[in-house]
């Protein structure tokens, strides 16, 4: 009793992995070298290491998914927040935090600028504010590694989840981002330098905003300042996700900020 979907979606994956065999005379020995990568991808794969994820995106799936997922224009200038994709850094249990805590609980060694970063959650349509949304941000430290990957960072370390005030508005403290390589020591950096590929991502934050009636929103934004915004390893950057980190005055527990506003579309 498997369903339509699956007939339809199995049928179309073996015709496609066939036709590639056959395209490029895959031999047994290449085969097998990509059964191997397979295999360790899911041996170092834990709730610390998203490596079949990681594997997926160095390979521009996970973004063609999420295109293919969310048609939505992003490009035009009136249009609801464009998606981005999750990556393999996300976390379920992230707590709340009262707006303007600072997530930055660990404070990087070296470098980091910190950012007052404030917004609205709005009704894409109907351009009202929101009260009572979730959102949630995410980021690497300045040592280009996420919490659950470093030791030396705080659990939640530059995590947080904030609801929007009776104005619709959220506003914490938060780290500049700065780019840094996907973890490399493992198939998906095989890939990427046997691909001749750099495996940097552009500085970015990622959000996740959801408010009961609307479209749950993936996203992250991009630093207008960064130099792989071009050649992002994973294929996430779009230009409606750029955005300016401006200097802050008179704050001083931050010398940059930035104003975003998330616009959701109703279900
Ligand atoms: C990926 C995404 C990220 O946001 C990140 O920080 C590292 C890797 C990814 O898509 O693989
Ligand atoms: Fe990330």
Redesign the pocket.
């Known amino acids: 009793n498997t369903s339509p979907r699956i007939r339809q979606v199995m049928a179309s994956l073996i015709r496609h992995v066939h036709d590639f065999a056959r395209e490029n005379e895959i031999t047994v020995d290449e085969w097998m070298e990509g059964v191997k990568l397979l295999n360790w991808a899911g041996q170092m794969s834990d709730e610390k290491r998203n490596e079949g994820?990681?594997v997926c995106?160095v390979l521009g799936l996970?973004s063609l998914v999420d295109e293919i997922t969310f048609t939505l224009a992003d490009e035009a200038k009136d249009a609801p927040t464009a998606t981005a994709?999750l990556?393999?850094?996300f976390r379920a249990d992230t707590p709340y935090r009262q707006n303007g805590a600072d997530i930055a609980v660990t404070k990087p060694k070296e470098g980091g600028e910190m950012v007052f970063m404030h917004g609205s959650v709005i009704d894409f349509k109907t351009k009202q504010p929101l009260a009572g949304a979730d959102v949630e941000v995410w980021q690497?430290s300045t040592n280009g590694l996420y919490e659950q990957q470093d030791p030396d960072q705080a659990e939640h370390n530059l995590r947080g989840k904030f609801k929007t005030d009776d104005e619709g508005r959220y506003y914490f403290y938060c780290l500049r981002p700065t780019p840094y390589p996907?973890p490399n020591d493992g198939p998906s950096g095989k890939l990427l330098t046997l691909m001749d590929r750099h495996p940097f991502?552009p500085a970015?934050i990622?959000i996740l905003a959801t408010k009961e009636g609307y479209r749950p929103l993936t996203t992250?934004i991009f630093d207008r300042q960064d130099k792989y915004l071009d050649n992002d390893s994973?294929f996430?950057v779009k230009e409606s996700l750029i955005v300016d980190f401006v200097p802050r005055k008179e704050d001083p527990n931050a010398s940059l900020e930035l104003q975003y506003d998330v616009k959701l579309v109703a279900d």
């Open positions: 994820q990681l995106d996970e994709i990556g393999p850094f690497a996907i991502r970015h990622h992250q994973v996430a």
